[in-house]
Protein backbone atom coordinates (compact mmCIF):
# COMPACT_ATOMS: atom_id res chain seq x y z
CA UNK A 1 0.00 0.00 0.00
CA UNK A 2 1.24 3.31 -1.09
CA UNK A 3 0.94 6.43 1.40
CA UNK A 4 1.50 9.86 -0.10
CA UNK A 5 2.39 12.27 2.73
CA UNK A 6 3.81 15.89 2.85
CA UNK A 7 2.14 19.19 2.94
CA UNK A 8 2.03 20.78 -0.89
CA UNK A 9 0.20 23.54 -1.76
CA UNK A 10 -3.02 23.25 -3.54
CA UNK A 11 -1.84 25.35 -7.05
CA UNK A 12 1.49 23.57 -7.23
CA UNK A 13 0.67 19.85 -7.11
CA UNK A 14 1.71 18.73 -10.48
CA UNK A 15 5.15 20.70 -10.47
CA UNK A 16 6.38 19.79 -6.65
CA UNK A 17 7.68 15.85 -5.48
CA UNK A 18 5.41 13.96 -2.77
CA UNK A 19 7.29 11.58 -0.16
CA UNK A 20 5.73 8.47 -0.87
CA UNK A 21 6.02 5.76 2.08
CA UNK A 22 5.46 2.01 1.09
CA UNK A 23 4.38 -0.52 3.63
CA UNK A 24 4.41 -4.52 4.19
CA UNK A 25 0.90 -6.38 3.59
CA UNK A 26 1.98 -7.91 7.58
CA UNK A 27 1.66 -4.67 8.68
CA UNK A 28 5.06 -4.93 10.89
CA UNK A 29 5.36 -1.35 10.89
CA UNK A 30 8.84 -1.08 9.65
CA UNK A 31 9.14 1.41 7.38
CA UNK A 32 11.41 0.93 3.81
CA UNK A 33 13.25 4.11 2.42
CA UNK A 34 11.38 6.71 0.84
CA UNK A 35 12.06 8.66 -2.29
CA UNK A 36 10.53 11.88 -3.64
CA UNK A 37 8.75 11.27 -6.77
CA UNK A 38 6.96 13.15 -9.38
CA UNK A 39 3.15 12.61 -10.11
CA UNK A 40 4.31 11.80 -13.78
CA UNK A 41 6.08 8.59 -12.43
CA UNK A 42 3.86 7.35 -10.74
CA UNK A 43 1.68 4.48 -12.89
CA UNK A 44 -1.68 5.72 -11.79
CA UNK A 45 -1.06 8.95 -13.79
CA UNK A 46 0.12 7.59 -16.78
CA UNK A 47 -2.58 7.54 -19.09
CA UNK A 48 -3.39 4.41 -21.23
CA UNK A 49 -2.14 4.01 -25.01
CA UNK A 50 -5.31 4.62 -27.27
CA UNK A 51 -6.91 1.81 -28.75
CA UNK A 52 -6.12 0.87 -32.48
CA UNK A 53 -8.57 2.51 -34.58
CA UNK A 54 -10.15 0.63 -37.87
CA UNK A 55 -11.86 1.55 -40.28
CA UNK A 56 -13.34 -0.35 -42.76
CA UNK A 57 -14.71 1.18 -46.28
CA UNK A 58 -18.37 -0.09 -46.95
CA UNK A 59 -18.95 -1.73 -49.94
CA UNK A 60 -20.40 0.52 -52.72
CA UNK A 61 -24.09 -0.21 -53.35
CA UNK A 62 -25.77 -0.80 -56.49
CA UNK A 63 -27.34 3.22 -57.18
CA UNK A 64 -23.56 4.72 -55.91
CA UNK A 65 -22.11 2.54 -58.85
CA UNK A 66 -24.57 4.03 -60.97
CA UNK A 67 -23.83 7.18 -60.41
CA UNK A 68 -19.99 6.67 -60.59
CA UNK A 69 -20.82 5.59 -64.12
CA UNK A 70 -23.26 8.54 -65.39
CA UNK A 71 -20.44 10.77 -63.90
CA UNK A 72 -17.75 9.36 -65.78
CA UNK A 73 -19.62 8.88 -69.17
CA UNK A 74 -20.66 12.76 -68.78
CA UNK A 75 -17.48 13.90 -67.85
CA UNK A 76 -16.02 14.38 -71.30
CA UNK A 77 -19.93 16.42 -72.08
CA UNK A 78 -18.71 18.55 -69.05
CA UNK A 79 -15.84 19.51 -69.97
CA UNK A 80 -16.47 20.07 -73.92
CA UNK A 81 -19.50 22.40 -72.45
CA UNK A 82 -16.99 24.35 -70.32
CA UNK A 83 -14.54 24.97 -73.02
CA UNK A 84 -17.43 25.78 -75.86
CA UNK A 85 -18.80 28.45 -73.06
CA UNK A 86 -15.27 30.01 -72.33
CA UNK A 87 -15.03 30.76 -75.69
CA UNK A 88 -18.38 31.82 -76.40
CA UNK A 89 -19.00 33.99 -73.42
CA UNK A 90 -16.70 37.15 -74.58
CA UNK A 91 -18.18 37.26 -77.61
CA UNK A 92 -21.52 37.28 -76.12
CA UNK A 93 -20.67 40.28 -73.92
CA UNK A 94 -19.15 42.36 -76.61
CA UNK A 95 -22.64 41.84 -78.71
CA UNK A 96 -24.21 42.74 -75.51
CA UNK A 97 -22.23 45.69 -75.29
CA UNK A 98 -22.92 46.86 -78.55
CA UNK A 99 -26.33 46.36 -77.75
CA UNK A 100 -26.15 48.60 -74.58
CA UNK A 101 -24.61 51.09 -76.76
CA UNK A 102 -26.73 51.42 -79.67
CA UNK A 103 -29.29 51.84 -77.31
CA UNK A 104 -27.68 54.67 -75.58
CA UNK A 105 -26.93 56.40 -78.71
CA UNK A 106 -30.11 55.97 -80.09
CA UNK A 107 -31.28 57.44 -77.08
CA UNK A 108 -29.31 60.21 -77.03
CA UNK A 109 -28.54 60.27 -80.78
CA UNK A 110 -25.40 62.66 -81.82
CA UNK A 111 -26.02 66.06 -84.39
CA UNK A 112 -27.51 65.45 -87.35
CA UNK A 113 -27.58 61.65 -86.73
CA UNK A 114 -30.98 61.24 -87.67
CA UNK A 115 -30.79 63.08 -91.11
CA UNK A 116 -27.48 61.34 -92.06
CA UNK A 117 -29.02 58.02 -91.54
CA UNK A 118 -32.09 58.60 -93.93
CA UNK A 119 -29.37 59.78 -96.80
CA UNK A 120 -27.49 56.48 -95.99
CA UNK A 121 -30.64 54.50 -96.01
CA UNK A 122 -32.33 56.29 -98.98
CA UNK A 123 -29.01 55.45 -101.12
CA UNK A 124 -29.32 51.85 -100.28
CA UNK A 125 -32.83 52.35 -102.00
CA UNK A 126 -31.95 53.64 -104.89
CA UNK A 127 -29.25 50.87 -105.07
CA UNK A 128 -31.87 48.47 -104.77
CA UNK A 129 -34.28 50.07 -107.45
CA UNK A 130 -31.30 50.79 -110.17
CA UNK A 131 -29.86 46.96 -109.32
CA UNK A 132 -32.61 45.41 -111.68
CA UNK A 133 -32.64 41.95 -113.18
CA UNK A 134 -29.10 40.25 -111.70
CA UNK A 135 -28.46 39.16 -108.59
CA UNK A 136 -24.70 40.59 -107.86
CA UNK A 137 -26.22 44.02 -109.21
CA UNK A 138 -28.73 44.12 -106.06
CA UNK A 139 -25.99 43.10 -103.95
CA UNK A 140 -23.37 45.54 -105.07
CA UNK A 141 -25.26 48.55 -106.00
CA UNK A 142 -27.33 48.76 -102.83
CA UNK A 143 -24.30 48.41 -101.07
CA UNK A 144 -21.62 51.00 -102.96
CA UNK A 145 -24.25 53.64 -102.63
CA UNK A 146 -24.48 53.28 -98.53
CA UNK A 147 -20.93 52.94 -98.61
CA UNK A 148 -20.45 56.33 -100.30
CA UNK A 149 -23.23 57.80 -98.62
CA UNK A 150 -21.94 57.25 -95.22
CA UNK A 151 -17.77 58.18 -96.34
CA UNK A 152 -19.10 61.64 -97.02
CA UNK A 153 -20.73 62.10 -93.89
CA UNK A 154 -18.02 59.72 -91.64
CA UNK A 155 -14.47 60.67 -93.87
CA UNK A 156 -12.39 59.97 -90.71
CA UNK A 157 -13.95 56.51 -90.00
CA UNK A 158 -14.27 55.44 -93.51
CA UNK A 159 -10.71 56.20 -94.28
CA UNK A 160 -9.23 53.80 -91.25
CA UNK A 161 -11.69 51.08 -92.36
CA UNK A 162 -10.52 51.54 -96.36
CA UNK A 163 -7.19 51.03 -94.62
CA UNK A 164 -7.61 48.05 -92.63
CA UNK A 165 -9.53 46.93 -95.41
CA UNK A 166 -6.80 47.57 -97.95
CA UNK A 167 -4.04 46.31 -95.81
CA UNK A 168 -5.85 42.98 -94.78
CA UNK A 169 -6.75 42.76 -98.49
CA UNK A 170 -3.08 42.85 -99.42
CA UNK A 171 -1.73 40.42 -96.69
CA UNK A 172 -4.21 37.80 -97.81
CA UNK A 173 -2.86 38.59 -101.40
CA UNK A 174 0.47 38.24 -100.48
CA UNK A 175 -0.44 34.79 -98.26
CA UNK A 176 -2.27 33.37 -101.63
CA UNK A 177 0.56 34.12 -104.13
CA UNK A 178 3.03 32.36 -101.84
CA UNK A 179 1.17 29.43 -101.05
CA UNK A 180 0.57 29.16 -105.33
CA UNK A 181 4.53 30.12 -105.55
CA UNK A 182 5.18 26.75 -103.27
CA UNK A 183 2.41 24.72 -104.95
CA UNK A 184 3.94 25.28 -108.38
CA UNK A 185 7.47 25.01 -107.59
CA UNK A 186 6.84 21.51 -105.59
CA UNK A 187 5.28 20.54 -108.79
CA UNK A 188 7.86 20.99 -111.31
CA UNK A 189 10.19 19.36 -108.95
CA UNK A 190 7.61 16.27 -109.40
CA UNK A 191 8.12 16.98 -112.96
CA UNK A 192 12.13 17.13 -113.43
CA UNK A 193 12.48 14.04 -111.07
CA UNK A 194 9.83 11.94 -113.02
CA UNK A 195 11.86 13.49 -116.52
CA UNK A 196 15.30 11.68 -114.74
CA UNK A 197 13.76 8.68 -113.77
CA UNK A 198 12.50 8.23 -117.46
CA UNK A 199 15.98 9.03 -118.92
CA UNK A 200 17.58 6.97 -116.54
CA UNK A 201 15.43 4.00 -117.12
CA UNK A 202 16.28 4.74 -121.13
Known amino acids: M?????RVMP????????????ANDAGNGEKEETSSVNLDELSLYTAPPPPPLWHEESEAG?????????RKLAEPYA???????????????????LGNDTYVNLQYPPKDFYPRAGV?????????????????KKVLYPTG??????????????????KSTG????????????????????????????????????
Open 2 to 6: LKVTG
Open 11 to 22: GASSFLPFTVSA
Open 120 to 136: IGLAGVVGLFLARGSRI
Open 62 to 70: QLEEKVATV
Open 167 to 202: DSVYDTAVQSYAAVEKILKSQVKDKKSNENKVKLSH
Open 79 to 97: IWCQSAYAKIKPKVQKVVQ
Open 145 to 162: LMTLGASLYYPEQAAAIA
